[in-house]
């Protein structure tokens, strides 16, 4: 259907019942259209209730994690928002597992942060499956685990050495 | 949240009834509530998972931006001393938009058949700056950049794709009129249907906004067109690139190996629209556990060359083992925006 401005009205205006019926089917096309890509009727998931952004092409992730250096393991960070949200684990430096819940067909991007312009750096992301479980990883809850590894040239040796460092994560994903 | 309510033909048929006008006035709210959670004042999306800005930045001789898309949330600028030092870039994000948390997705792009991988990195430091680093690998000279040993890197003025992200702005998001609750006997008075009437009317402009009506297909720059991960089948000679886990708006990709480590990027049907921003991510090698120094490492770039029609995309592989940069196959992560719907 197509959406169709009603008048309003005077005080004498005799609203009849075609635009009454109208006016309802107005906004049962906007529910409608609405409805297919905002997480409406997907099962029991938390796609299905909120307005969140159902569309797979849509981000369903974003996770900044900073670190800051002076400790062994000092990484910090929120998970910002969103129902694809998951725990994160460090695992070892430079490399973190991120469990991913009520996604299937999963991928990601990562960029890494960093305080000025003398490092080299970059960061690469993969599924990670049939690995060592973690705490958070070892419930049916979080089925898909993207691993993030993060890589940082070494000045001395000249080499890549994975290392740790502040990243964001973004990840795509169709809900479940 | 209110729950969008079905009336049945025979009901809204009937303008008497202050149940079925309650129903309208409910479903006003319940769309609200759905709309409100990720969309802005205008309409435009206000939400985590949408970028807040999103385009190209690209250098010939001097620094130039491309918005992506129709300017939904504001998309900054090259502000007054953006290039610092070379290697360096310094994006001014539109103020009252983002927080200093925000997250950062960026891309390199190179020059067309580049021998010389290149890195960008980002910086937060403040709520309305992102500084971004750019280098490029700095061993042996053409044509003989690559399967040179050496792994050092220079900074470099270069291009790049970038999205930012961040937590709403406006938590209020649009607002339409406030309703009161129908009960008996206010049946149909003129107030009540301007009212009714006039909040349709806003909801339909602002989801028009953004999104194709009767199909709900987000029609603006901010979602991409395509996503992918695309797969190489793994055999040293003669092999292909496929897509998999592919979600889009208009037509599938198409893929076409040129040579190591290049591949072109189409639509099997159709063309983007210009301008484009393209991330792509390498899938590294899939080793349990914590991996080691001895593990292939990959950058995925793609080149500034690419058109309406076609996306080059170079990938890149570090052996550690021989401290050698070098072309190479690999699966990795393809995420387009372009356009509107192509």
């Known amino acids: 259907m197509t959406y169709v401005r009603l008048p309003t009205t005077l005080a004498d205006y005799p609203v009849g019942k075609n635009d009454l019926k109208q006016q309802y089917d107005n906004q049962a096309d906007i529910y409608n259209a609405f409805a297919l890509k905002h997480g409406v009727g997907i099962g029991a998931s938390p796609w299905s209730v909120s307005g969140h952004h159902s569309d797979p092409l849509v981000v369903k992730t974003v996770l900044r994690v900073s670190y800051t250096a002076g400790g062994l393991v000092s990484f910090y960070g929120t998970i910002l928002q969103g129902p694809g949200v998951a725990p994160w684990e460090w695992i070892t430096s430079g490399l973190v597992y991120v469990g991913i819940v009520n996604l299937t067909n999963v991928y990601a991007a990562v960029a890494v942060d960093q305080s000025s312009t003398t490092p080299v750096r970059f960061g690469t992301v993969t599924y990670q499956r049939n690995t060592r479980q973690r705490s958070f990883l070892s419930t049916p809850n979080y089925p898909t685990v993207m691993a993030v590894r993060m890589f940082e040239r070494d000045t001395t040796s000249g080499y890549f050495n994975q290392a740790d460092m502040g990243f964001t994560l973004t990840v795509y994903g169709v809900p479940t | ?342």
């Not at chain 2, 309650?22 to 709309?35: D, M, P």
């Not at chain 2, 385009?55 to 007054?80: D, K």
């Not at chain 2, 994000?93 to 058949?113: A, L, P, R, W």
């Not at chain 2, 998999?244 to 639509?267: M, P």
Request: aromatic share 10%; glycine share 10%.
């Open chain 2, 1 to 342: 949240m209110a729950t969008f309510r079905v009336i049945q033909d025979r009901s809204r048929k009937d303008p008497l009834g202050t149940s079925t006008l309650a129903h309208v006035r409910e479903n006003v709210e319940a769309i609200q509530g759905l709309f409100r959670k990720e969309h802005g004042p205008t309409g435009l999306h206000n939400v985590l998972e949408v970028p807040k800005a999103i385009g190209s930045i690209t250098y010939s001789a001097s620094y130039s931006s491309t918005p992506g898309g129709l300017g939904e949330g504001g998309f900054g600028s090259l502000a007054s001393g953006h290039n610092p030092a070379v290697g360096t870039l310094i994006l001014t994000i539109t103020s009252g938009i983002c927080t200093i948390d925000m997250g950062v997705q960026v891309c390199s792009m190179v020059e067309n058949n580049s021998l010389y991988p290149h890195i960008v990195g980002y910086n937060v430091t403040a709520a309305n700056k992102v500084e971004f680093y750019i280098k490029k690998l700095n061993v042996g000279t053409d044509p003989t950049a690559l399967g040179v040993a050496g792994n050092s890197w220079v900074a470099v003025d270069g291009s790049f794709d970038f999205a930012v992200f961040s937590v709403a702005y406006d938590d209020v998001a649009a607002s339409i009129n406030e309703m009161t609750p129908l009960t008996r006997a206010n049946g149909l008075r003129f107030g009540s249907w301007n009212t009714l009437v006039d909040n349709t009317s806003l909801q339909n402009h602002w989801y028009k906004k953004g999104h194709t009506a009767t199909t709900g297909v987000h029609k603006i720059f901010d979602v991409p067109v395509n996503t992918a991960l695309i797969k190489w089948s793994g055999a040293t000679t003669a092999g292909s690139y496929s897509a998999a886990d592919e979600n889009y708006k208009s037509s599938a990709l198409a893929l076409n190996r040129v040579s190591t480590g290049v591949v072109e990027i189409s639509l099997a049907s159709g063309s983007w629209t210009t301008p484009i921003s393209a991330f792509f991510e390498a899938d590294y090698t899939r080793t349990a556990g914590t991996g080691s120094q001895a593990d292939i490492y990959r950058v995925v770039s793609e080149t500034s060359k690419k058109t309406a029609s076609k996306i080059t995309v170079y990938i890149y592989k570090y052996t550690a083992a021989t401290n050698i940069w070098d072309r190479a196959d690999a699966d990795f992560f393809a995420v387009i925006h372009s356009s509107g719907v192509p």
